[in-house]
């Protein structure tokens, strides 16, 4: 069954430094998602991309959040200037339609902000 | 905005017994209400889904209520194994965002 892929697994990085979170959402899906889950807390909804620009965005996705999709299967999160607050787990998901339509998860990028 | 509660935050069953699980939202203009499973390590799983237009779903062991009037749905696992161990999470569909309920870790006793 395809699967949502994200790299890396684990990303360490200092306070202030640009990360890039990496996903491979699945081939023929249109529809894609970053999500957050600090350690205990809920799934909290970052941003939708639809036709190459952002459909949806939270409060949390502010100025220090971009995303790209720089080719035909990748689509990254980057953050321009981390914060203590930034570690997190940070979820991709996919969908064929909109997001009232099935979501498929990748397994996660833990990011921890030193 | 939309407000997703859940409840209860851990529930122990023993093995062979139902659990259920319940959420509420507050948003009338919701209108899809998916179940993810999260087990150690992995990204959520989708287990069920369900639309306002439908009161229930069933598939196999799992089935999904849903209560528009009352705005609440709910979880229901049967003959509870000890794979379903996990946490679970119920979100809500509101202005194109999922928002989701904050979990419940299920802990099937053997």
């Known amino acids: 069954e395809p699967e949502v892929t994200q790299t890396p697994s684990h990303q360490v990085t200092q306070m202030g430094q640009e990360v890039i979170l990496r996903c491979v959402p699945i081939?023929?899906?249109?529809?894609f998602y970053w999500y957050r889950q600090i350690l205990g807390q809920k799934v909290e909804f970052l941003v939708s991309?639809?036709?190459?620009?952002?459909?949806?965005k939270s409060e949390i996705f502010d100025d220090q959040f971009s995303v790209e999709r720089p080719d035909g299967s990748n689509f990254t999160l980057k953050i321009r200037s981390t914060k203590l607050e930034d570690s997190a787990m940070y979820f991709c998901?996919?969908?064929?339609?909109?997001?009232?339509?099935?979501?498929?998860f990748g397994d996660g990028t833990r990011l921890s902000i030193l | 905005g939309e407000n997703v509660e859940q409840h209860p935050s851990t529930l122990s069953v023993q093995e062979g017994d139902s659990a259920v699980i319940k959420c509420t939202y507050s948003?009338?203009?919701?209108?899809?209400f998916p179940w993810y499973k999260q087990e150690l390590g992995k990204g959520p799983q989708l287990i069920i889904d369900?639309?306002?237009n439908v009161g229930e779903k069933k598939d196999q062991r799992i089935a999904v209520t849903l209560n528009k009037t009352a705005k609440h749905f709910s979880l229901h696992i049967t003959e509870t194994q000890p794979e379903d161990s996990a946490v679970y999470f119920c979100?809500?569909?509101?202005?194109?965002?999922?928002?989701w309920g904050a979990g419940t870790k299920l802990i099937i006793k053997p």
């Open positions: 081939s023929n899906h249109l529809y």
């Open positions: 998901a996919s969908s064929l339609e909109g997001p009232n339509q099935p979501q498929h």
């Open positions: 979100a809500a569909s509101s202005n194109y965002q999922l928002i």
């Open positions: 369900i639309r306002s």
């Open positions: 991309f639809y036709n190459n620009e952002i459909s949806e």
């Open positions: 948003d009338s203009a919701s209108n899809y």
